[in-house]
């Protein structure tokens, strides 16, 4: 590791197959937390290459225990973290929306690194168990459109640099990393960044792979349709910059989408949401996400169309009916 931190302090770069050795070897156990921590604070100080952010993928992959998932189409909706935003968990909301309107749902998540509440946090705290049995996840999928895929149960790597990211309490590669690993390989993916050169490095990224995409941005720096100001969308198709009230009805301010201090305040939040119980606010923002997912489908031929079905999902109870299952399943 000494070689490498010495070439990474010389302002140099990996190239993919070396940057996807050292990630085999950190998940071999071959450095020791100080070295994997020196590691991983090079790229806080300087932007990530495309080709290294490709070899760690690699790595990340070849290690992975992958998941065969039948059905229908799978989406995936994930936010990279790391914006600092501390909003409640939107993503994860939007996923059981997305679900109540009849699509299917592999959602891939970890707990919070740079934030109080990760997905898996606030999944945990609602009581589900993490698993990768993957005749237990196709039940979930068949039974309620929805599983969850604690990023640590499929890549070993995750699992032991965990602790190390979340004593560091700040963004890291790995937050990059995790759309891109989901080992479900979903045909749609949502994906929210919070910079505008990590929109243009996941538009090359997610390009390759020859599914459809899309890629959304808070201009104000949220990884995610916070409404707090106008949105950058990129597809496969282009890219567009929409104002909160397309896509929302409204502006909302940054204390209205605040998720807490706690796990169990996130979890709080996060059911009283789902249960149709939310603010305005809170419900624009869920909405706003939940329907660019359900656009970005195709199933929808206009993005209205896509919000009325995500209305419909919530207001009705089926997202809240679908958390309620996925929760009955895990006992």
Known sequence: MKKILQHLFEHKSLTREKAKDVLLNISNGMYNDAEIAAFITVYLMRSITIEELLGFRDALLQLSIKVNLTGGKIMDI???????????????????????????????GNYGASTISG????????????????????RELDETNICFLHAPLFHPALKLVGPIRKNLGVRTFFNIL???????????????VYSLEMARIYNYLLQQTGNAFTIIHSLDGYDEISLTADVKVITNAGETIYTPEQLGKRMVQPEDIYGGNTVEESANI??????????????????????MALFSTGSYSNYEL??????????????????????ELQS
Do not use: R
């Open 78 to 108: 994930v936010g990279t973290g790391g914006d600092g935003k501390n909003s409640f968990n939107i993503s994860t909301l939007a996923c059981f929306i997305v679900a109540g309107a009849g699509h299917k749902i592999a959602k891939h």
């Open 119 to 138: 997905a898996s946090n606030v999944m945990e705290q609602m009581g589900y168990k993490f698993k990768n049995n993957n005749d237990a996840l196709q």
């Open 178 to 192: 995790g759309p891109m690993v989901n080992p479900a390989s979903p045909d749609f993916q949502l994906v929210g």
């Open 270 to 291: 996060f059911m009283k949401i789902i249960k149709g119980e939310g603010t305005w606010s809170q419900n624009a923002v869920v909405l706003a996400n939940a329907s």
């Open 306 to 327: 896509a919000y009325a079905a995500a209305v419909d999902s919530l207001e009705s109870g089926n997202a809240y009916k679908g958390l309620k299952k996925l929760i």
